[in-house]
């Protein structure tokens, strides 16, 4: 499956958004791990589209996305489903009203009209890292939901980029609902049952070391460290999760 590639000019914006000292030197410390410039230009994320980030969280892609789709002409997203959901981005705001004030800030899912704050068929590009588990754990999941509104709201041909922490195909379903980590072939089918076509992956953000198998699932490997001093040598040696990076596509009807 071709994926498209960026422009010359595309591609040094985008290592200067990356490379820029605004950046926080703890979320410049994870760039190992998250391979950012590479991520993005695998997703085809352009700086004058319109891009969705969904479940910004602290803010980590949000230092980079900013600069780059604000200032080369885009509209840059962020959705969450409430004000704690956005508060990592508020700070950003608070820090640099110029630049992240620009951003749109909406909420997603919306669970009453089934509808996201972000306009049917208006983006070009929605962006999630590491949050799919999220919407498929707890007795009450919706990933269903988050899928069918992320599709509604990207144009014919606009792309879904998704980061995940990967469970291995022949471990046990259940560790989906606790661990953090979910399947490939889950993610794939929540995507494509709600329309989207597969269109590739990439090993950009695999971490052969994690073998996600831990007690207290993702959350024992860096960053939380969930379990504190105990083995804390070790997890820091494995680094951050095995992750897959997935691409999709709303069909051009």
Avoid: C
């Amino acid at each position: 499956m071709r994926v498209p590639t960026l422009a010359r000019a595309e591609n040094q914006a985008l290592a200067a958004a990356v490379a820029t000292p605004a950046r926080s030197d703890a979320n410049r410390a994870r760039d190992r791990y998250r391979n950012p410039q590479a991520t993005l230009a695998f997703f085809g994320v352009r700086p004058k589209q319109t891009v969705v980030e969904i479940f910004p969280g602290g803010g980590w892609y949000s230092e980079i996305l900013a600069p780059y789709v604000l200032n080369g002409g885009g509209t840059y997203y962020v959705a969450a489903p409430n004000e704690r959901g956005l508060g990592g981005f508020k700070r950003l705001v608070e820090k640099d009203a110029a630049l992240y004030g620009r951003a749109k800030q909406v909420t997603f899912p919306i669970r009453e009209t089934g509808q996201a704050g972000v306009p049917d068929g208006s983006a070009d590009v929605v962006l999630t890292f590491r949050n799919v588990h999220n919407w498929a754990m707890g007795d009450q999941p919706y990933a269903d939901l988050a899928f069918k509104q992320m599709y509604a709201m990207l144009k014919p041909g606009g792309v879904l980029g998704i980061e995940e922490h990967r469970l291995p195909e022949s471990a046990d379903s259940a560790r989906e609902k606790s661990s953090g980590y979910l399947k490939v072939s889950t993610v794939r089918r929540l995507a494509e049952q709600a329309g989207f076509r597969y269109a590739g992956s990439s090993e950009i953000n695999a971490n052969p070391k994690d073998t996600a198998d831990w007690a207290q699932g993702v959350w024992t490997l860096p960053p939380t460290l969930r379990l504190g001093d105990q083995d804390r040598a070790k997890y820091v040696a494995i680094g951050e999760s095995d992750r897959m990076t997935l691409r999709f596509v709303k069909p051009r009807r």
